[in-house]
Each structure stands twice: as structure tokens, then as C-alpha cells.
């Protein structure tokens, strides 16, 4: 696997990526889902230069311009509901790409702090030989996105994904490593080191979900 860790070089990410961090800026939610999506589209301007291109000439009012366009077909997939500030930054500058959605969330079977991943709804294009990119804001153990990978296999086969998190843990990239081809890329805005005892990442910054839409029952 392919890791592109983008807040090792100095940008504006580092500006964004600080502010959904800090406890007092990330109170206000309507900041934290456009600083999430800033995120999606930095994250989607560096994914870009990998695609294929080709050539397409256009006729502009005084002459002809050659140009290069995106010739990937691709498909954004976003896990509900904390991926949807993410998914509108990747749509924001691949807006001719299709869209996917699933739910995926953590069930705590004896009420502790042990868990597994419960996928209850997909909606999907057809993904055989497309592109396909797999948005979770956060990537802590890793497991959401195997496991929802694995539930929309049965919607197609992707000739290339591309994984697209804004924060992760070493250890949750280090497992999906295991799980994931080795051409699969992964863009990511930062890594930290530690996961605490219930599977979230540390320093981190809470969660996203909450941040972004309120909290929940």
C-alpha cells in the first residue's frame, strides 16, 4: 500500500487540520463540516495527480486548446454519517464522478468496550473496473473499512481504490494494510501514534460525527 501523508509538508492542510483539533474552534459545527471538506479537497487535488488522463481538444472563442481530462471513471463511497463533510469536498473537484453511500457503525454486543462493525444500508453504481474512492474521516482501528469494503464487493469489482482519511492511527493503518491490495493508495491528512482502550485515536479529536451534526442517542 501506497501511504501519501500530506501534513508532513508545510501547507494550509496544517491550518485546517489544527482547527478541527482544537477543542474551542471545533465547537462551532458548521466550521468543523467546511474544515473537514477543505480537508476533502486538498486531499483531492493530491489523488488527482495520479489518475490517467487524455487529451481532448476544445475550441475556446479566438482558437483551438489542447487540453488533459480526468479519464478515470470514478465512484466517491463516504461511511454515514461522519463522511459527508469529507464526501462534499472529493465531489466539490471530481463533480462528474458518481456517488456511493453506507452506513457503518460500532455495536457493542456485551456493552463493554470490545465492538464490531455493523453495515446496514449501501446505495451503489455498478463498481466493476472503476475507480473507486473509500472516504472515512477517521481511521482508527481500521476495521470500518474493511469491513465495508468487503460488504460492497458484491456491487463490482474496482480496477483501483484509493482510501481517503483525514486523520488515522498507526496501528489502524498498519491493519488495513494487511486486509487491502498493495496497490491500493491511501491519502491521509495526518497520522498519530496511539489508540486509547476503547479503539479511538489519541490526540485525535473526538468524535467526528458528533462535531459535524450534534450528538446522538
Same mark, same amino acid.
Given at each position: ?8 509538508n ?6 485546517f487540520?489544527? &482547527? ?20 476533502? &479537497? ?15 481538444? #476544445? ?8 487540453s488533459?481530462? #480526468? ?37 457493542h454486543?456485551?456493552n463493554?468496550?470490545e465492538? &464490531?462493525?455493523?453495515? &446496514?444500508y ?5 463498481? %466493476? ?12 482501528t481500521?476495521?470500518?473499512l ?5 460488504? #460492497? ?22 491493519? #488495513? ?7 491500493? %493508495? ?12 476503547k ?10 460525527? %458528533? ?7
Amino acid at each position: 500500500m501506497k501511504i501519501h501523508h500530506l501534513a508532513k509538508n508545510n501547507s494550509v492542510l496544517n491550518t485546517f487540520l489544527k &482547527e478541527i483539533r482544537e477543542q474551542d474552534i471545533q465547537k462551532d459545527s458548521m466550521r468543523f463540516r467546511r474544515n473537514i471538506e477543505r480537508i476533502g &479537497e486538498v486531499l483531492s487535488y493530491e489523488l488527482s495527480k495520479d489518475l490517467s488522463f487524455s487529451s481532448e481538444q #476544445i475550441q475556446t472563442v479566438l482558437g483551438v486548446k489542447e487540453s488533459e481530462i #480526468i479519464n478515470d471513471n470514478l465512484v466517491i463511497c463516504s461511511i454515514l454519517r461522519a463522511g459527508l463533510p469529507l464526501h462534499q469536498g472529493v465531489l466539490n473537484y471530481f463533480d462528474a464522478a458518481e456517488n456511493a453511500f453506507i452506513s457503518a457503525y460500532r455495536y457493542h454486543p456485551k456493552n463493554d468496550d470490545e465492538f &464490531e462493525i455493523k453495515v &446496514e444500508y449501501f446505495a451503489s453504481p455498478s463498481l %466493476d473496473g472503476k475507480t473507486l474512492i473509500l472516504a472515512d474521516p477517521m481511521l482508527a482501528t481500521g476495521q470500518s473499512l474493511v469491513t465495508v469494503y468487503n460488504a #460492497i464487493l458484491k456491487f463490482g469489482t474496482p480496477k483501483k481504490i484509493h482510501l481517503m482519511s483525514v486523520i488515522g492511527a498507526t496501528k489502524g493503518i498498519e491493519y #488495513i494494510q494487511k486486509h487491502f491490495s498493495e496497490d491500493t %493508495d491511501l491519502w491521509i491528512a495526518d497520522i498519530d501514534e496511539t489508540l486509547n482502550d476503547k479503539g479511538y485515536i489519541v490526540p485525535g479529536l473526538g468524535d467526528a460525527g %458528533d462535531l459535524a451534526f450534534g450528538s446522538k442517542l
